[in-house]
Structures are given as C-alpha cells and as structure tokens.
C-alpha cells in the first residue's frame, strides 16, 4: 500500500515538474526543462559542408523528417530535424564567423526525456564523417 501510495506522488511529482523545452530547431516539445539534451562541436568548414554531413548522418541511423532555414535569423542557419533509435534528434547549424561552424545535436525521447550519449554520438560522426570528405 505504501508502495502505491509513494509512486502515485512521484508520477504526481514527475508530471508539475515536466512541461515544454524549446529545441535547436526553433519549435517546442514536451519534456523535463533541466535536463542537458545538447552537445556542440565547432569544425572550420562552411556551414553547406557541415550540414551535408550532419543530414548524412541522420539519414545514415535513422530516418530524415524535416530540414530548413529557421525564420527570423540568417539564411545561414540551418536545422534537420529527423528519429535515431526511436528518439527524436534536432540538428542546428550555424556560421561562428567567416571560418568556423557551430553545430548543436540535441536528443529527446518520447517520454521526455534526453539522450545526452546519442547526441553526442551523433556529433562526432558529423565530425567524422567531415574528415573523410576534403574540403571545399
């Protein structure tokens, strides 16, 4: 009986603390706010070559939902947005300055919750996968 009564106030618990978290994309989605969900690599390519390889890379493990240009700031930067192992992965590219790109992989699962390990996965096959080509 306690047992009930101690999880029936964590679910209680778990669901005032949860609400929506914006994502490198520009959208919103469900999930625990304070939560790290993100992880960030810096390559001195264009933002065209590290988008390329980051689209690859999410077509490569899972499945390519959406990409564009996120409104209201430069053309320059870019999302693909697409599901790696049933989690949901946001991708963001950005120019730093005229030589280096920043690029922001953020994981969330249905629940909510982050994937930090994938994320971060998924960074350093965008970086591998930048080695392999030359550049341009």
């Known amino acids: 009986m306690r047992a009930k009564i101690f999880a029936g106030l964590l679910g209680l618990l778990v669901i005032a603390v949860a609400g929506c978290v914006s994502t490198v994309g520009g959208g919103r989605t469900a999930g625990v706010p304070f939560l790290k969900d993100s992880v960030q690599g810096r390559y001195q390519r264009s933002v ?59 994981t969330r699962n249905r629940d909510g919750g982050s994937d930090l390990d994938l994320a971060h996965e998924l960074e350093k096959e965008i970086a591998l996968r930048l080695v392999a080509q030359p550049p341009s």
Do not use: C, F, M, W
């Not at 690859?56 to 870019?78: C, M, P, Q, W």
């Not at 599901?83 to 946001?90: A, H, I, K, P």
């Open 48 to 106: 065209d070559e590290v988008y390329n390889a980051a689209r690859d890379v999410i077509s490569a493990n899972g499945v390519l939902e959406r990409e564009g240009v996120i409104h209201g700031e430069t053309n320059t930067v870019k999302t693909a947005i697409g599901v790696v192992l049933q989690r949901t992965v946001y991708v963001r590219v950005e120019p730093v300055d005229s030589k280096i790109t920043q690029v922001t992989v953020q």
